[in-house]
């Protein structure tokens, strides 16, 4: 959930998963963890470079073996609170790859319960390369939520980084080991 700013900031698959690894070793000390926080961020990534829908949904499944063929319908008929990332990461992935939009992408996540604020923080992320940015009618209340130092770092963040959009590469993902 913490991982998206990896994805916007670098712009190379080796870059994102070392740094994704780097930022989930110190909260998620199980290799699960660190998986799911480097699918997170290459999706990022993959959505930068422009990647459509099946690519990313191909890429993710052959990197890092998840199964992203589940429809949404049928995860909610028996998903269950579930922290662990092989819980929540796929389900989150698969939220964004039904979505239209950047809040229809949102919605489905939080759709499935559970970890509803995680697997928006991970669909949101996704959907955010995807689509371009966060809505302002979305962006513009969240940012009002923030005390003035926190604004003031998600904003010099976004001037830094953006959605910066880079040239489509149709490289291997090579997974970095542990």
Same mark, same amino acid.
């Given at each position: ?12 698959? +080796? ?42 949904? +191909? =890429?993710?499944?052959? +990197? ?63 959907? +955010? ?26 904003? *010099? ?5 953006? =959605? ?12 970095? *080991?542990?």
């Amino acid at each position: 959930m913490r991982v998206s700013p990896i994805g916007f900031a670098f712009d190379s698959i +080796e870059e994102v998963m070392a740094q994704a690894r780097r930022t989930a070793e110190v909260t998620h000390s199980h290799p699960e963890g660190i998986r799911g926080a480097q699918a997170t961020a290459v999706a990022i990534l993959l959505a930068r470079m422009g990647h459509d829908k099946s690519s990313i949904r +191909e =890429n993710l499944q052959q +990197e890092f073996g998840y199964t992203l063929n589940e429809r949404l319908d049928d995860i909610r008929s028996h998903y269950e609170f579930d922290v662990s990332c092989q819980g929540s990461v796929p389900p989150s992935i698969i939220a964004f790859l039904e979505s239209t939009n950047y809040e229809d992408a949102v919605r489905n996540a939080i759709s499935l319960g559970g970890d509803a604020d995680t697997m928006a923080c991970i669909t949101g992320g996704i959907a +955010e390369a995807y689509y371009g940015s966060v809505p302002d009618f979305i962006s513009v209340h969240a940012l009002g939520r923030l005390d003035k130092r926190l604004r003031a770092i998600v904003l *010099e963040f976004t001037a830094r980084y953006g =959605n910066r959009r880079i040239e489509k590469r149709n490289i291997p993902i090579r997974r970095i *080991e542990q």
